[in-house]
T-cell receptor, first 113, second 116 residues
Framework: NAGVMQNPRHLVRRRGQEARLRCSPM?????VYWYRQLPEEGLKFMVY????????ESGMPKERFSAEFPKEGPSILRIQQVVRGDSAAYFC???????????FGSGTQLSVL | AQTVTQSQPEMSVQEAETVTLSCTYD???????LFWYKQPPSRQMILVIR??????QNATENRFSVNFQKAAKSFSLKISDSQLGDAAMYFC?????????????FGTGTRLQVTL
């Protein structure tokens, strides 16, 4: 059973471009979480999704950020018009059921030039 | 809102020795969960140990154990017989039993170096 797969591992964008980060949860997991880790800081919650539904997006910036978890395919975190402050490691985690153990991916390092 | 504080940015331990990493948290809830995660250079977040607040007994996983002091809101991690592979960032995390399931609040981390 493959773990949580995130791609790309590294993503470089210029200011104003769009960034798309992908997360394939573990097989059988229908709960997906996105976290952001700024340099020298801990992970901060962004959004929690179940299939086709956003359950909690209280950690998402109000503008430019969106997330989806379609019925088929990976979860996508989309950042429009990136700025240098968006440079961070973005982690995805999944779990099979509510309140179950989280399994993390290895993250996507986004660098904005 | 809950906060998690790790006051040791860096720690060092010699191989085979014991080291303790500190964590304090602030909450008004009586029931919650606490975790220690390891993040090696690969960036993978690995769950080391978990503690339920309603359990008085301290959790133990092989060489890893915690000292959970609920009244003091303290949750330290002890690593015994340290190994080179233990070198990593260690994050303490809090999870509320209410609200969004599995929404974790992390501390800023402690970088652990293991020397020969």
């Amino acid at each position: 059973n493959a773990g949580v797969m995130q791609n790309p591992r590294h993503l470089v964008r210029r200011r104003g471009q769009e960034a798309r980060l992908r997360c394939s949860p573990m097989k059988g997991h229908s709960h997906v979480y996105w976290y952001r880790q700024l340099p020298e800081e801990g992970l901060k919650f962004m959004v929690y999704l179940q299939k086709e539904n956003i359950i909690d997006e209280s950690g998402m910036p109000k503008e430019r950020f969106s997330a989806e978890f379609p019925k088929e395919g990976p979860s996508i975190l989309r950042i429009q018009q990136v700025v240098r402050g968006d440079s961070a490691a973005y982690f995805c985690a999944s779990s099979p059921l509510l309140n179950e153990k989280l399994f993390f991916g290895s993250g996507t390092q986004l660098s904005v030039l | 809102a809950q906060t998690v504080t790790q006051s040791q940015p860096e720690m060092s331990v010699q191989e085979a020795e014991t080291v303790t990493l500190s964590c304090t948290y602030d909450t008004s809830e009586s029931d919650y969960y606490l975790f220690w995660y390891k993040q090696p250079p690969s960036r993978q977040m690995i769950l080391v140990i978990r503690q339920e607040a309603y359990k008085q007994q301290n959790a133990t996983e092989n060489r890893f154990s915690v000292n959970f002091q609920k009244a003091a809101k303290s949750f330290s991690l002890k690593i015994s017989d340290s190994q080179l592979g233990d070198a990593a960032m260690y994050f303490c995390a809090y999870r509320s039993p209410t609200g969004t399931a599995s929404k974790l609040t992390f501390g800023t981390g402690t970088r652990l170096q293991v020397t020969l």
